[in-house]
């Protein structure tokens, strides 16, 4: 799974252009995300730490960055892993 978020995160900061985010775009991810987690947590309680810490690390981007390309790509790693956790 990490080289999966590896991968992205390098995909997209080789091709930055054709990843511009908006701030519109930027809130549907959060909501997605957000959403993904809060069903990932309640078909599996026990593993709301985890995906809270996962929130958490997303978070951090966004209040260490103005950069909204690298929170959207923060927030596409992380519905990546989340995706890929409910299948």
Known sequence: ????????????????AAFACTADELQAKSIEYASLVKAIVAKNPSQELVWK??????????????????ICAAYDGGIAEAKAATK
């Open 1 to 16: 799974m990490r080289r999966t978020l590896l991968a992205l995160s390098l995909l997209f900061a080789a091709s930055p």
């Open 53 to 70: 810490q996962k929130q958490i690390n997303v978070a951090r981007v966004a209040e260490n960055t103005t950069d909204l390309d690298q």
